[in-house]
């Protein structure tokens, strides 16, 4: 888990629907809005790109998507209001690495239970023979398309490893460095040598293992191949059970190695967390404060259209 994992959950935590919180980058809380409304044809699109939808599957994919926002508007923005009400008390003061796990594990349960949701929306929206519109895609995926998916995800993987694994060690310490502050710098505004200087000394004596991270990003995408594959012979009533299942996987690992890894590097990055918000000057509590406001000024707008 790179660090501060803390901050890069944070981030998926307003990128705000289903598995556009995945691929929509916010840079800014002008763009949260917009982004949002956006984001059942950005994810569209996206999820396009990976499975090459049919004529026939796409109207019912768009319409899935569509459903789901509004399941999301109405049910999952209040419990993120609430989470980001939570930060902004406790922003202007120091945390400790427990305080900031107990965070960290709010934001990661609340994750779980919204890709749940999903789940069960793909099998109750527009209901036809007790098969939601988008597990009736999921489950008529052919193997045509699932080897496009599978190609894509060895090219993404290609680039990860280049990313991420193999290249110079030097390189890959710079990358996670500056990585790092990109994200802490996304939500503090800039940061003064002696922070980077902490940053990247804690990212040094961090456990982060890009092999493990890999794999375990291996076995992810293989147990959503099947899973996909298994859809195919599910009954209607078992389907969400089986997605839901692969989101459950990702929130805890089948493989207890990595789950003890997972462990060791989320207390590190927690401590990390804390670490860093401490060493912020009051200017910096400020930013940061400012920046959660206007989120939820964003979120609250957003929860209240229709």
Known sequence: MRCPAYLSLFKNLLKIIGAAMLIVGLQGCGALRLAYNQSPLATYWYLDSYLDFTPSQRPLVKAALDDIQQWHRQTQLPLYIDTLEKLQHQVPKNISAAEACTLYTEIQDRLLVTFEGIAGRLQSEGQKDGQGAGMQVLASLDSTQLAHLQKKLTKTNAK????????????????RLEQAVSRTESLYGNLTNKQVALLDARLEASGFDPEAAYAERLRRQQDLLQTLRNLRQASA??????????????????????????????MQACQTFADMHNSMSPEQRLTALRKLQNYELDLRALATQR
């Not at 839901?244 to 890894?261: E, I, K």
């Open 160 to 175: 990860f490893r280049k990313d991420h694994v193999d290249g110079p060690p030097s390189k890959l310490r710079e990358n």
């Open 237 to 266: 009533a078992t389907m969400s059970t089986h997605l839901g299942g692969v989101f459950a996987r990702v929130a805890m690992s089948p493989d207890p190695n990595y789950r003890d890894y997972s462990q060791k590097t989320r």
